[in-house]
């Protein structure tokens, strides 16, 4: 059972558009993080949120974290072709654990 | 700082063959380490967390006789895919952090890819 779902699973568009990605959960996480992956690399942490409510701006993304700490997303404005990759969203739970769960993943593809 | 590497990068072996992949910290000790398994265009499933000097706990569903993992140090921890079939061909990725408290973060390595022929 995957705790964390992310929509949507593909997404395809051109340079300059605007995007969301959203991760939800019915489980609550003590915090949340966001990595971009690229193909044959490992995760890299762009964010990591900790308080209901919470948006944090990284340049041209926007990432927010839901007021009861079961969801996230993640904007993207005016997309560029770097920003291909597989974005991954992480809840922690917490407590005397780091131990962290991904969600499904994004797959985006911004074309020239 | 935090740097993460794993070795090899990429393995290819025959069928039945027993392949081992390192994971080090060079740059701080790891108290915990984390190993995942990744198929294409999917995300990063866990496979078990080791803790240094102690066995590694493993996620439901994972074989722990199939994927040995060894944590005998705190820079070095390996997972060993015993006896391996087609069908353990994957990307294997290892993230370390420094302590296992809830606010220390994992630092991910750059993956080994393992084809099974």
């Known amino acids: 059972t995957q705790l964390l779902e992310q929509s949507p699973q593909f997404l395809s568009i051109q340079e300059g558009e605007n995007l969301t990605v959203y991760c939800n959960s019915s489980?609550?996480?003590?915090?949340l993080q966001w990595y971009r992956q690229e193909p044959g690399e490992g995760p890299v942490l762009l964010v990591t949120?900790?308080?209901?409510?919470e948006v944090k701006k990284l340049k041209r993304l926007t990432f927010q974290f839901g007021d009861a700490r079961k969801d996230s997303s993640l904007h993207i404005t005016a997309a560029q072709t770097g920003d291909t990759g597989l974005y991954l969203c992480?809840?922690?739970?917490?407590?005397?654990?780091?131990?962290?769960?991904f969600g499904t993943g994004t797959l985006l593809a911004v074309q020239p | 700082g935090a740097v993460v590497s794993q070795h090899p990068s990429w393995v290819i072996c025959k069928s039945g063959t027993s392949v081992k992949i390192e994971c080090r910290s060079l740059d701080f000790q790891a108290t915990t380490m984390f190993w995942y398994r990744q198929f294409p265009k999917q995300s990063l499933m866990l496979m078990a967390t080791?803790?240094?000097?102690?066995?590694?706990?493993?996620e439901q569903g994972v074989e722990k006789d199939k994927f040995l993992i060894n944590h005998a140090s705190l820079t070095l921890s390996t997972l060993t895919v015993t006896s391996a079939h087609p069908e353990d061909s994957s990307f294997y990725i290892c993230?370390?952090?420094?302590?296992?408290?809830?606010?220390?973060?994992?630092?991910f390595g750059d993956g080994t890819r393992l084809s099974i022929l």
């Open positions: 949120v900790v308080t209901g409510g």
């Open positions: 080791s803790n240094e000097g102690s066995k590694a706990t493993y």
């Open positions: 993230s370390a952090s420094a302590a296992s408290y809830s606010n220390q973060p994992q630092h």
């Open positions: 489980s609550v996480f003590s915090s």
């Open positions: 992480a809840g922690a739970w917490g407590g005397a654990t780091n131990k962290l769960i």
